[in-house]
């Protein structure tokens, strides 16, 4: 399986000092230069750039979404396999609609207390909300549930 992210995950994580949370759970991951470009931090070796996809696809989605989300949701393409980690709204709809497997930041946390990479979710999402990431309490509701905390 491949995993494609957009940057917003990636700054999210490295904002709160738990970037490493994706290489604990997917080993790698693989970036657009775009992304790479929006990052604006230094990478570390198993976050891998590719700039595998289509132009045409890439400039086509450019239109209603934003630079890094076009070309992560063109690189997801790419490879039929891949699920792609996004969390802006109308990123992941286009996403979905274009039959690409994604999974949001909550859905990550989830996924490391699930297959015991971390001890508890909370905290890291308590400290993601800090940084200033959007979440309704709804949600919170949903995703405290599936931690079991």
Do not use: C
């Amino acid at each position: 399986m491949i995993i494609v992210s957009d940057a917003s995950p990636i700054i999210a994580l490295h904002n709160i000092g738990y970037l490493s949370l994706l290489e604990w759970l997917y080993g790698s991951i693989k970036i657009t230069d775009i992304v790479e470009a929006e990052l604006e931090i230094e990478l570390p070796h198993w976050m891998l750039i590719d700039t595998n996809y289509e132009s045409t696809t890439y400039q086509s989605l450019n239109v209603h979404l934003d630079a890094g989300e076009a070309s992560s949701i063109a690189l997801a393409l790419q490879y039929p396999d891949s699920v792609l980690i996004i969390d802006e709204r109308r990123g992941r709809k286009v996403a979905s609609s274009l039959n690409i497997e994604i999974i949001g930041l909550l859905g990550v946390i989830v996924k490391s207390k699930k297959e015991g990479k971390i001890l508890a979710g909370m905290p890291i999402i308590q400290a993601l909300q800090k940084q200033g990431f959007r979440v309704s309490d709804e949600l919170i509701a949903i995703v405290k549930e599936r931690l079991q905390e």
